[in-house]
Nanobody, 114 residues
């Protein structure tokens, strides 16, 4: 299993970023997918889930109405569009095959700072 996240970087408060995760080594289109994040000094936090065909999405309260998860099953890519970013969104973001993040990639770092 490989989960390669990208798209992180430095962004000002109020800005936007779009993360991508290229998946391989498993049947992506048959698998619910997840985004998690880990802020410095804090535990891994689930932030979003998407069902196999993208019909249903779920979000943590902390990102509800600001983040949008989506997927491209043809190309095995998971996305996370992040809007109205806040300094507290600063974290390493991971895509994962399970909600606990036991099977996840190396992540991509997002820093929200002026």
């Amino acid at each position: 299993v490989q989960l390669q996240a990208s798209g992180g970087g430095l962004v000002q408060p109020g800005g936007s970023l779009r993360l991508s995760c290229a998946a391989s080594g498993f049947t992506f289109g048959h698998t619910w997918m997840y985004w998690l994040r880990q802020a410095p000094g804090k535990e891994l936090e689930w932030i979003s889930s998407i069902t196999t065909f993208g019909s249903y999405t779920y979000y943590a309260d902390s990102v509800q109405d600001r983040f949008n998860i989506s997927r491209d099953n043809t190309n095995s890519i998971l996305y996370l569009e992040m809007n109205s970013l806040k300094p507290e969104d600063t974290a390493r973001y991971y895509c994962a095959k399970d909600k606990a993040g036991n099977v996840r990639g190396q992540g991509t770092l997002v820093t929200v700072s002026s």
